[in-house]
């Protein structure tokens, strides 16, 4: 498993979905336009020798996605239809549509998204945090 | 050789290196025992009897042609040569291999759960076992 060709994937995969303005390395700083949303590929957590001789490691890997203003219901709207599990967009089926990351892993799955905020700027975004468990 | 980690054993089938499919794998040798006690002992006396070795792996399983399935599922109720080295690399004193036949009395080609990746956790009687130093 190549680190960068995973996030860079990951990337690929996520820009399938519609104005999904999508990072593969984490920004000084954010700008999230009204009625947009934006995706940034975590740093990858390691574990080694998932499987015997060096053949396969586990990683796993936060995705955080965040939408305008905390107060703007658009953006929790905007939010519901990206945590959705299935449809165009889906953070989870847009991964799992090839589970393979175009053969940088052997497979993934989306386990988890949990719901939080981030502050930039002195503004509070919505986000999810999505963790995504690799094997490769 | 000192102590050793135990990832690096090399898991060879017939021609084919599974290794990387494989989380763990221990050959467990073992002799029954049998019970000679007489009427004039005190306690239990016992000889060894006849090896009942055995392998257990617990395998990641990949469907694709000539692969750890197919390995495993076309050969249930025949015998396939295993062969273990605990380090892989070069056979030598400190670093032996174990050859076996082993025959596939079970395969677990489904195994699914909705949080792990497909594992067949199967065990092996083993016969032949021979350990080769070079």
Redesign the interface.
């Known amino acids: 498993m190549i680190p960068s060709t995973v996030r860079t994937n990951l990337k690929t995969a996520l820009t399938a979905i519609t104005g999904l303005r999508v990072m593969d390395y984490v920004p000084d700083s954010t700008n999230v336009p009204t009625n947009n949303a934006f995706a940034v590929i975590g740093q990858l957590s390691m574990n080694y020798d998932y499987t015997l001789n060096r053949g396969f490691d586990s990683a796993t890997c936060n995705i955080i996605v965040m939408v305008g203003r905390m107060s703007e219901k658009d953006g929790q709207s905007r939010l519901d239809g990206l945590l959705s599990s299935s449809g165009s967009t889906s953070i989870k089926a847009a991964i799992e549509a090839d589970k393979t990351l175009s053969g940088a892993v052997q497979t993934l799955r989306v386990v988890s998204a949990s719901p939080g905020t981030i502050t930039s700027a002195s503004i509070d975004y919505l986000s999810y945090q999505y963790s995504v468990e690799l094997i490769g | 050789m000192a102590i050793f980690m135990g990832?690096?054993?090399?898991?060879i089938v017939g021609t084919s290196t599974i290794?990387?499919?494989?989380?763990t794998?221990s050959l467990n040798r073992e002799v029954e025992a049998v019970t000679i006690t007489a009427m004039n002992d005190t306690v239990q006396n016992m000889i060894g009897g006849i090896e009942v070795s055995s392998i257990s792996m617990e395998i990641?399983n990949d469907f694709a042609a000539a692969s750890v399935n197919s390995l495993f599922e076309d050969k249930i109720g025949e015998k396939l040569a295993i062969k273990l080295i605990p380090v892989?690399g070069t056979v030598t004193a400190t670093n032996p291999s174990y050859s076996m036949s082993c025959l596939i009395t079970q395969w677990t080609p489904i195994s699914g759960s909705t949080?792990s990746?497909a594992l067949a956790s199967v065990t092996f009687p083993v016969t032949a076992l021979t350990k080769a130093t070079s």
């Open positions: 990832n690096k054993v090399a898991v290794s990387s499919f494989v989380s794998v990641f892989t949080d990746a």
